[in-house]
């Protein structure tokens, strides 16, 4: 007897938001931002990508960018939203 619980969240299921809010963020996922600073989304992801290196690169180009400053209030990484959706998706494959 088990149960399968889903472990990421499918591209199509990626939330976009245009304003921040905790309570729309499942137990285990953070949000992101996505974008250049005029023009970004905000994702909702699983707190395992952060250990993936594909990942880890974009925190650093992040952490160099912005540093801990993050002008959203939130994880803001410099990525176009076309580029994380395709990291998303192959993470997804994992």
Not at 15 to 44: C, H, N, Q, W
Request: net charge negative; hydrophobic share 40%.
């Amino acid at each position: 007897m088990g149960f399968r619980l889903p472990r990421v969240v499918l591209p199509k299921k990626l939330i976009p938001k245009s304003f921040p809010s905790t309570i729309d963020i499942p137990k285990g996922y953070l949000a992101v931002y996505v974008g250049d600073e005029s023009k970004m989304k905000r994702f909702v992801i699983p707190v395992s990508y952060l250990n993936q290196p594909s990942f880890q690169e974009l925190l650093s180009q992040a952490e160099e960018e912005f540093g801990f400053d993050h002008p959203m209030g939130a994880l803001t990484i410099p990525c176009r939203e076309d580029l994380f959706a395709d990291l998303i998706s192959r993470l997804n494959d994992f």
